[in-house]
Each structure stands twice: as C-alpha cells, then as structure tokens.
C-alpha cells in the first residue's frame, strides 16, 4: 500500500472536525464531545491540537460563519 498523508486544512475541512470544533466551541469538555460527536477522544484531542497550533480554523470558521473559538491562541 502506497502511505498517503492529508494536509492540516484537509482533516479540518472533514464534516466531523467541523462538529468536533463547533461543539468545543459550545465549551463542551473533551469527553463530552467525543460522546456528541460519536468519535474516540483521541479524535477529539487531535482536532483541539490542531487547531490550537495553526490558523486554519479561522479559514474553516470563517466559512461556517462561525465567531472565533476564545481558546485559539493568537
């Protein structure tokens, strides 16, 4: 199998990292949005990561018309 690898704004721009943004968003705890979403935690964990390192998400939220998430650090 050829390894193939997505980019940051790819997996950001999946339906569910954009559910797994807006219920964080919501100020839903970890877990809670795991459970929400009907994902793993650590699916969670990445996306919370991801978007806390780049500034993708404003692209994506911006899209969403979506208000910026308080916890991304500027």
Same mark, same amino acid.
């Not at 390894?3 to 940051?8: A, F, G, R, V």
């Not at 999946?14 to 219920?23: H, N």
């Given at each position: 199998p050829v390894? @193939? +690898? *997505? +980019? @940051?704004a790819q997996f950001l721009n $999946?339906?569910? +990292? $954009?559910?797994?943004?807006?219920?964080l $968003? #919501? $100020?839903n705890s970890l877990r809670s949005t795991a459970l929400l979403c009907k994902c793993s935690l650590g699916t969670v964990q990445k996306v919370k990561g991801l978007i806390e390192n @780049?500034?993708?998400e404003r692209k994506i939220l #911006?899209? *969403?018309n979506? *208000?910026?998430i308080s916890y991304i650090k500027d």
């Open positions: 390894k @193939t +690898s *997505e +980019s @940051t $999946k339906p569910l +990292s $954009k559910k797994i943004i807006k219920c $968003k #919501a $100020k @780049t500034n993708i #911006a899209k *969403e979506i *208000e910026h």
